[in-house]
């Protein structure tokens, strides 16, 4: 996608509209979802047919692997997951119960069972019910973050420019207002097709697979940073995990959903993105979340605030006077590693990113490829450099691994996926009616305070677009149909042969300017774009403002 800008509630029964709280089905150990039911969502990245932060702690024998242990932790990483396997026996012994009581409130200080006491085993149910709906509220406050309007002091030109594509983040756009005619209650339609949707298929209930997939993630998760810092990382994870969850919450409230659609608590947001939690803090406060929630987390409780400033977001660029470092978890076999050798390779060969690799688990910001053996996704990533390091996950089982790893490695390097660019709406149709509402977030806009385009266009054949057939309910039918020759473009989603001339050019834009050479407004992307650099009116502005986008150096 574009390069960074461095770019629950107790539900006592149906009353307000949640079904009384099922946690087995829920939790998904009944299996109680009718499978012939479901979407059958093809993976991201498969086909239809097809300054460095210093790292504390011991990294010493990092080389063994990180799989090794996971076994070995998997009892007590996610409480919630804990108490609806214990929900079906006997109650355990007390001490033990207090010891889940006390993990479950330090991680819902909110929740009504947690107020001043600790709940009772017979409580599991009121204890689980409803995280899925509104698990803000329980879960510690978001910290207020200053966002600087990018567009405070710009003329009103370029400002009206603009308009209908820098859309509040969540907002619908207005581009898609207008294809359905009917402006102001476009959040209304998606509403209608979601509820249709939501009729046959059951939005609210977590399938099995998501519940596997995020205690996958968080096992892998929970390894790697363990083995870096040396300490039980468990509920900074789970607190990750959380945000993920509540943002996802938050952007179906914003649609007006919040109460028709649960999303896929799975662990990740746009069906392959890993969030920081300052990156779902931000997303949070953009949603006119920050404050929520049930206590100050400690130390933020006098408005603590962040001010986010464009060139030094949270989306953060690697340094490349060196080399970046990536390494091997023993998980890879050698055709595995292959693949990703692959992918490095096409990087080198088409940019000045250069990598190094390492057998060992070098000290400093670093990317650790790992296999995870899942069904569920094809990769997955953080967006940009994150602390301590980063690790990409790949399942292999998707085909075309080589092109998978460019992608998630993409990711990585900051850039986010095409198909969620602020133009999108100008280039695709979304079609709402065949989307499956658990996953709303992989088609909500992307930021645009946190994305640039740099004046790249938009690209049918980018290898970080999505395919045509994601998330769809009837997979016969596309979700995203290009605007622009439909039938030659349509095929062209979700390529993960090679990457298109747009992927290498904002890999180069990001990466091999000279120093100096850079953009002082995020929306200095969609300017270029819409030919405002030679503009008479205003290239004396962009020439000193938006160099990068504009190809000015
Ligand atoms: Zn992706």
Not at 363 to 369: A, C, E, L, P
Not at 482 to 506: F, H, T, Y
Request: with cysteine; proline share 6%; glycine share 8%.
């Amino acid at each position: 996608m574009l390069p960074s800008t461095i770019t629950f509630l107790l539900l006592l029964g149906v009353s307000n509209g949640w079904p009384q709280f099922d946690f087995l089905n829920q939790m998904g150990f009944n299996g109680g979802f009718n499978m012939g039911q479901l979407p059958p969502n093809s993976p991201p990245g498969s086909r239809p047919g097809s300054p460095f932060g210093e790292i504390m702690g011991n990294i010493g024998g990092m080389m063994k692997g990180l799989t090794d242990q996971i076994g070995k932790i998997t009892q007590g990483l996610d409480v919630n997951n804990d108490l609806g396997k214990m929900a079906g026996g006997p109650p355990p012994p007390q001490n033990e119960w207090m010891e889940h009581a006390r993990r479950f409130c330090r991680r819902f200080p909110g929740h009504p069972k947690c107020r001043g006491q600790l709940p009772q085993f017979n409580d599991i149910g009121s204890m689980l019910n409803g995280i899925l709906a509104d698990t803000g509220k329980w879960l510690p406050k978001v910290p207020f973050i200053n966002i600087r309007d990018p567009l405070a002091g710009i003329n009103n030109d370029l400002r009206n420019a603009l308009a209908g594509i820098s859309v509040q983040f969540g907002q619908i756009s207005q581009q898609f207002a207008n294809n359905i005619k009917v402006r102001k209650v476009s959040v209304r339609n998606i509403h209608t097709c979601f509820q249709n949707i939501c009729q046959r298929v059951n939005c609210k209930q977590q399938l099995q697979k998501n519940v596997q997939m995020k205690q996958d993630i968080l096992k892998s998760t929970v390894a790697f940073e363990k083995k870096i810092f040396g300490n039980d990382v468990a509920d900074k994870m789970n607190m990750r995990f959380d945000r993920t969850l509540q943002l996802k919450q938050a952007l179906l409230e914003k649609a007006q959903l919040k109460g028709v659609v649960a999303p896929e608590d799975n662990g990740v947001f746009d069906k392959d993105l890993l969030l920081t939690e300052t990156q779902a803090n931000f997303m949070l406060n953009e949603l006119g979340k920050g404050g929520e929630g049930a206590i100050p987390l400690p130390g933020s409780a006098k408005a603590k605030r962040a001010s986010i400033f464009f060139e030094q977001n949270i989306i953060q660029k690697w340094p490349i006077t060196a080399p970046i470092p990536y390494t091997f978890d023993s998980s890879l076999d050698n055709l595995d590693q292959n693949d990703v050798r692959g992918a490095i390779s096409e990087i080198e060969q088409k940019t000045c990113i250069r990598f190094k690799y390492y057998a060992t688990p070098p000290r400093g910001n670093h990317i650790n490829y790992q296999k995870v053996n899942s069904p569920s996704f094809c990769g997955l990533s953080y967006i940009g450099r994150v602390e301590p390091a980063n690790p990409v996950y790949l399942s292999f089982q998707c085909g075309n691994g080589r092109g998978i790893a460019v992608h998630e490695t993409m990711h990585a390097l900051g850039v986010n996926h095409q198909h969620l660019r602020m133009d999108r709406d100008k280039h695709i149709r979304i079609d709402w009616s065949n989307i499956n509402p658990q996953q709303y977030d992989a088609f909500v806009v992307a930021d645009s305070k946190m994305y640039t385009t740099y004046g790249v266009k938009y690209a049918y054949d980018s290898i970080m677009h999505y395919n045509a057939y994601t998330a769809a309910v009837n997979i016969a039918k596309p979700t995203m149909i290009p605007l622009v020759n439909q039938q030659s473009n349509i095929g062209l989603l979700g390529q993960r042969a090679k990457m298109s001339v747009a992927d290498v050019e904002i890999l180069n834009k990001m990466y091999c300017k000279a120093a100096g050479c850079d953009d002082k407004n995020v929306y200095c992307g969609a300017w270029a774009l819409q030919d405002l650099c030679n503009n008479p009116n205003h290239n004396v502005w962009m020439r000193s403002n938006c160099r990068k986008s504009c190809n000015f150096c």
